[in-house]
């Protein structure tokens, strides 16, 4: 199916304008295209506004700016385009794109992102460290709220800053970081790595987790310091404390998962 068939399928099942975005995800969640590059979304854009600069009223979509489509079936009169193009980006988002939605969206990205699964077995193994990380990200931004709510002190402060602050990191790299292995997983499938270009994969891994474990005992190393040389300041220890937990994360989880991959290269 090609980029505007597949576009003409998704915009007819959702009944209403989408951007460029959401039809080529959708597109590739149902396997309607096949992506061969790094930006299908852009290969999706730049379909659809060439077909409709080249053959106009002969196609069936019509371009609302801000890289949104719709159906031209809907009967959308020149007016409603030209206020479709005139209103100010979030009028014309409001009005395309309903603010509930855009919420359940970031929810429907993260639970397809967890429950996706990479079919090479490093790339599996990368992707359940990252699915952990992200939920202790979360875990932990939960945590750092709920001391600021709760009885609040220098101490509780400076520990709930930690709590977020690596929350917000943890969760953010996570992320990003599944996807990319989602990615790496799909090329590496179709171009059949070959056993050393795995090896060197591993190798690659291994070095990663050791870097991680590092960063782990630094943070580790310095909260301690912080927490038992600062005892006239409260934020201060409790900013040391927080330094301390996150980096025992970072340290037990890094080794856990070096030994998991020697552990599984030895059987292999």
């Known amino acids: 199916m090609t980029f505007a ?7 007819s099942e959702a009944g209403k304008p989408l951007h460029f975005r959401d039809i080529t995800e959708r597109a590739i969640e ?3 295209i096949e ?17 409709i600069r080249q053959q106009g009223n002969q196609v ?22 030209i206020r479709a193009r ?70 509780i402060e400076g520990l709930a800053s930690q709590f977020l602050l690596w929350g917000a990191a943890h969760s953010t790299i996570a992320f990003r970081g599944m996807g990319s292995v989602i990615q790496q997983d799909q090329a590496a499938t179709k171009a059949e790595f070959t056993p ?3 090896e060197t994969q591993k190798v690659w891994y291994q070095q990663l987790l050791l870097a991680s474990a590092a960063v782990g005992l630094l943070a580790m190393l310095f909260g301690w310091t912080m927490h038992n040389r600062r005892e006239d300041e409260p934020r201060q220890r409790g900013t040391g404390l927080g330094l301390f937990t996150q980096g025992s994360f970072w340290l037990v989880a890094s080794l856990l998962h070096l030994w998991l991959a020697n552990d599984r290269h030895t059987r292999d």
């Open 35 to 51: 992506v061969d590059g790094q930006t299908p979304w852009n290969s999706m854009n730049g379909t659809l506004r060439r077909l």
């Open 196 to 198: 050393p270009q795995m």
């Open 60 to 81: 069936p979509f019509v371009s609302l700016g801000d890289g949104v489509f719709g159906l031209r079936e809907w009967g959308l009169s020149p007016r409603d385009l």
């Open 86 to 155: 005139t209103a100010s980006p979030r009028e014309r988002r409001q009005k395309l794109v309903p603010t509930d939605y855009k919420w359940r969206a970031v929810g429907d990205a993260i639970r397809d992102r967890l429950v996706q699964r990479p079919g090479l077995p490093l790339y599996a193994q990368v992707y359940r460290g990252l699915s952990g990380l992200f939920v202790w990200g979360l875990c932990s931004i939960v945590s750092g709220l709920v001391l600021l709510i709760g009885h609040r002190s220098p101490f």
């Open 5 to 11: 068939e597949a576009a003409e399928k998704i915009l």
């Open 30 to 32: 149902l396997e309607l």
